[in-house]
Antibody, heavy 123, light 107 residues
Framework: QVRLQESGPGLVKPSQTLSLTCTVS??????????WSWIRQPPGKGLEWIGY???????YYNPSLQSRVSLSIDTSKRQFSLDLSPVTAADTAIYYC???????????????WGQGTLVTVSS | SSELTQDPAVSVALGQTVSITCQGD??????AAWYQQKPGQAPVVVMY???IRPSGIPDRFSGASSGNTASLTIAGAQAEDEADYYC???????????FGGGTKLTV
C-alpha cells in the first residue's frame, strides 16, 4: 500500500519560507506514471493545486504561485519537498502531498494522499 | 478559461438522485475526475475518466460529460454521501491541473 506523510513546521512567520517534505512508502517512486504533487486547502475553503514534480526533477507550478514556489525531489530517500517564499497570512492552509497517476488512456487522478498538515503563518 | 465552476451547495433527500455539475473550457479536451471530501479527511477520488469508478466506490456513483460540462450523479443518495465534492481536470494546455471550487452536498 502506498503511503504519503507530510512533515515540517506548523508555524511560519510572515515573509519567511514555508518548507515541507513528503515521504513516500510503498509502491514505485521513480516511475514515469506518477507526478508527485502538493495541494493546499485554506481553512473552510477549497482545494488549490500548488505544483507537481516528476522523478527526473521536471516540475510544473500553478501560475498563480509560480514566482514563490519551488519543488525538489530526492529519489534515494523517496522524498519530495515544497518551498514557498515569502509567505503571508493568506498562505495559512492544510498542505497535502499526493500522487498524481497517469493511466494509459491519458486520465490523471490523485490516487493517494497524505493526511495533510496545517501550516499557520503568523508572527 | 483556466477555471472550473461548480455550484457551491446542493441538497438531496435521502434515497433520491442528485447531480453535481462542473463547467470549464478544459473539459472539452479532458475528462473530469471527482473527489469526495468529508470533514477532517483528505479527498478521495470517486469517479474519473469515461465513467470509471475506483475500487470500493459504490455503483450509485456515475459520471458523464458533454461539451464543457461534467457531472457526477448519485442515484439513491445515502447519509454517508454528505460531503464536499470537487471536480478536477488537467489544464487546457495539458500541463498543470485545475480544481473546481467545490460543492457541499447535504443529504
Amino acid at each position: 500500500q502506498v503511503r504519503l506523510q507530510e512533515s515540517g513546521p506548523g508555524l511560519v512567520k510572515p515573509s519567511q519560507t514555508l518548507s515541507l517534505t513528503c515521504t513516500v512508502s510503498g509502491g514505485s517512486f521513480s516511475s514515469a506514471d506518477y507526478y508527485w504533487s502538493w495541494i493546499r486547502q485554506p481553512p473552510g475553503k477549497g482545494l488549490e493545486w500548488i505544483g507537481y514534480i516528476f522523478y527526473r526533477g521536471d516540475a510544473y507550478y500553478n501560475p498563480s504561485l509560480q514566482s514563490r514556489v519551488s519543488l525538489s525531489i530526492d529519489t534515494s530517500k523517496r522524498q519530495f519537498s515544497l518551498d514557498l517564499s515569502p509567505v503571508t497570512a493568506a498562505d495559512t492552509a492544510i498542505y497535502y502531498c499526493a500522487r498524481l497517476f497517469l493511466d494509459d488512456d491519458g486520465n490523471s487522478i490523485f490516487d493517494f494522499w497524505g493526511q495533510g498538515t496545517l501550516v499557520t503563518v503568523s508572527s | 478559461s483556466s477555471e472550473l465552476t461548480q455550484d457551491p451547495a446542493v441538497s438531496v433527500a435521502l434515497g433520491q438522485t442528485v447531480s453535481i455539475t462542473c463547467q470549464g473550457d478544459s473539459l472539452r479536451g479532458y475528462f473530469a475526475a471527482w473527489y469526495q471530501q468529508k470533514p477532517g479527511q483528505a479527498p478521495v477520488v470517486v469517479m474519473y475518466g469515461k465513467n470509471i469508478r475506483p475500487s470500493g466506490i459504490p455503483d450509485r456513483f456515475s459520471g458523464a460529460s458533454s461539451g464543457n460540462t461534467a457531472s457526477l450523479t448519485i442515484a439513491g443518495a445515502q447519509a454517508e454521501d454528505e460531503a464536499d465534492y470537487y471536480c478536477y481536470s488537467r489544464g487546457s494546455s495539458g500541463k498543470g491541473v485545475l480544481f473546481g471550487g467545490g460543492t457541499k452536498l447535504t443529504v
